[in-house]
């Protein structure tokens, strides 16, 4: 287990400056999930928190458009996913919830997940 300590990553994920532990597996290297819906940053936390860490940042969103924004097939997406994935031994970041479209490719790797949930906002009525 690591206690990541980063003042721009604890803004990130919104806690007060303390610890934010990554459990990592037994040789210490991380494979960190980031999920959460659109807009809630993930891409900003997964960025950070690769930085932190020194590990690839691989934003799945990358890897299922092509040019012109045409979208992948399935099984090309999940495919590149794979190839992405196993050509960072050394640990990494990912960004995207695409579990329905690839399957559980990056969960069953991970070793750490983050969820990020939206800010909560009250209405003015």
């Not at 932190?52 to 495919?79: C, H, M």
């Not at 990912?94 to 070793?111: A, F, K, L, M, P």
């Amino acid at each position: 287990m690591i206690g990541i300590r980063s003042d721009s990553l604890n803004r990130c994920l919104r806690i007060p400056p303390m610890v934010a532990p990554l459990l990592g597996d037994d040789n210490g290297v991380y494979r960190v999930h980031v999920v959460g819906n659109a807009g809630t940053g993930k891409s900003t936390v997964g960025r950070e928190l690769a930085k932190t860490l020194n590990v690839p940042y691989i934003a799945l969103d990358e890897l299922l458009w092509k040019p012109g924004w045409e979208q992948e097939t399935n099984e090309q997406f999940r495919s590149n996913v794979q190839h992405t994935l196993a050509a960072a031994p050394n640990g990494w970041v990912v960004d995207g919830n695409y579990s329905r479209r690839i399957g559980d490719v990056v969960e069953v790797q991970s070793t750490d997940e983050i969820c990020k949930a939206p800010r909560t906002r009250v209405a003015d009525f």
